[in-house]
Nanobody
């Protein structure tokens, strides 16, 4: 079973920075892509950014130019550097992974896994 564990959330003032990390472990044959989503209070889950195993990245318009996603394939880890944070960035940030796994000799492709989330609060 694949597990995703996020870390790095917390309270930060507007204009500040935070770096989130997400490590994937357990039953991984290969990772196709990892990314971040967020859910603000009273709102639905929103896509933030994605990075493929080849290093291609994409961002939502709301964070483009302020956030940077990066990955360490050897560690099955993805990072989200968040700069120039705004109060509207306040949300629970969830890590997502698109994984290929091998169980009992059978390969399963494009399995989706989610972390439990880490809270980011941007407030003065």
């Amino acid at each position: 079973q694949v597990h995703l564990v996020e870390s790095g959330g917390g309270l930060v003032q507007p204009g500040g920075s935070l770096r989130l990390s997400c490590a994937a472990s357990g039953g991984i044959l290969s990772i196709n892509a990892m990314g971040w989503y967020r859910q603000a209070p009273g709102k639905g889950r929103e896509w933030v950014a994605t990075i493929t195993s080849g290093g291609s990245s994409n961002y939502s318009d709301s964070v483009k130019g302020r956030f940077a996603i990066s990955g360490d394939n050897a560690k099955n880890t993805v990072y989200l550097q968040m700069n120039s944070l705004k109060p509207e960035d306040t949300a629970i940030y969830y890590c997502h992974a698109d994984v290929n796994s091998d169980y009992d000799g059978t390969t399963y492709y494009d399995l989706d896994y989610w972390g439990k989330g880490t809270l980011v609060t941007v407030s003065a």
